[in-house]
């Protein structure tokens, strides 16, 4: 499975942004989907994670209420909406893809990531 993100970008506070994580190849299986992101010197960072089914979404405690993690099955893509954006939500956002349907927080739980995008929030 290839990810592929997008929709990173510079970004003034207060606003948003979604993000975009098509996947292909091997796409017949049902996989479960994950944002996280890294900052410059920091630890990678769970932010949201769906289920294949999107009946189970979890969110960390800094995405909780800004952003939203939804997924259309039929483009094979996962998207995270980011609002009230922050200049400390500065970092490239990864997403991710475990084989199999149910959602994680764990990192360890993902098979696939994709590149990375830069999101950069001014202040």
């Known amino acids: 499975v290839q990810l592929q993100a997008s929709g990173g970008g510079l970004v003034q506070a207060g606003g948003s942004l979604r993000l975009s994580c098509a996947a292909s190849g091997g796409t017949n299986s049902q996989y479960a989907g994950g944002w996280f992101r890294q900052a410059p010197g920091k630890e990678r960072e769970f932010l949201a994670t769906?289920?294949?089914?999107?009946?189970?979404?979890y969110y960390s405690n800094r995405a909780k209420g800004r952003f939203i993690i939804t997924r259309d099955n039929t483009k094979n893509t996962v998207y995270l909406q980011m609002n009230s954006l922050k200049p400390e939500d500065t970092a490239v956002y990864f997403c991710?893809?475990?084989?199999?349907?149910?959602?994680?927080?764990?990192?360890?739980?993902?098979?696939?990531w994709g590149q990375g995008t830069l999101v950069t929030v001014s202040s």
């Open positions: 991710a893809a475990r084989s199999r349907p149910g959602a994680s927080y764990t990192t360890a739980a993902y098979d696939y």
């Open positions: 769906i289920s294949w089914s999107a009946d189970t979404i």
